[in-house]
């Protein structure tokens, strides 16, 4: 039987500018899918951390052990729900009960040989923005041009080891005045 750890405390020698900024996240209302997985259970762990409200929509863990179960990380969720996201009417209704702030997306099909084995699952996934596009109603504000070069300046500070929150806030801020 595997017991569950309490939450880390935060190392307090990071470098400025690359950790996010707790008072950003603070009870955000966040949504992540593939909560159960590997990458998704570091994120959500991370999240809940900086005091974000964390719900979590994915399929059960498929390991054992799982990252999920030996951390016990639903103890951290606001909300936790087992489905697949190719469930539409679940997973609409999660997000309309979420009413998320922020929406991260890491569902995937982790196991590369089944993806093989089942190219139909694994692009049902749909790792893009298409699912935003369909049942949130989202609409890219950005062109491609702009978005690139948005992305490059992005990279560019953080190269320099600029304080990456402030450059992600503002470009947030842009986005969502344009």
């Known amino acids: 039987m595997v017991t ?43 999240l809940a951390m900086l005091g974000a409200k964390v719900t979590g929509y994915a399929l059960p863990p498929n390991t054992q052990p799982s990252f999920f179960e030996a951390i016990g990380l ?26 998320p702030e922020i929406i991260l997306h890491l569902a995937a099909q982790p196991l ?9 699952e694994a692009r049902l996934l749909k790792l893009d923005c298409s699912k935003s596009m369909s049942l949130l109603a989202w609409k890219p504000q950005w062109g491609l041009e702009q978005a690139l070069a948005h992305t490059c300046d992005w990279c560019s500070n953080f190269s320099a080891k600029r304080s990456m929150d402030e450059i992600s806030q503002s470009q947030i801020t842009q986005y969502s005045n344009h």
Do not use: C
């Not at 159960?36 to 570091?42: H, L, P």
């Not at 909300?79 to 679940?90: E, I, M, P, Q, S």
């Not at 590369?112 to 139909?120: G, K």
């Open 112 to 120: 590369v040989r089944r993806s093989y084995a089942e190219p139909l």
């Open 4 to 46: 569950a750890a309490p939450l880390p405390a935060q190392p307090a020698n990071l470098a400025k500018g690359r950790m996010p900024n707790p008072a950003f996240w603070r009870n955000k209302r966040v949504f992540v899918t593939g909560h159960t997985g590997f990458k998704g259970g570091w994120l959500t762990l991370w």
């Open 74 to 99: 639903e103890r951290h969720l606001t909300t936790h729900h087992l489905d697949n996201v190719n469930n539409y009417a679940t997973l609409d209704a999660a997000l309309t009960a979420a009413s």
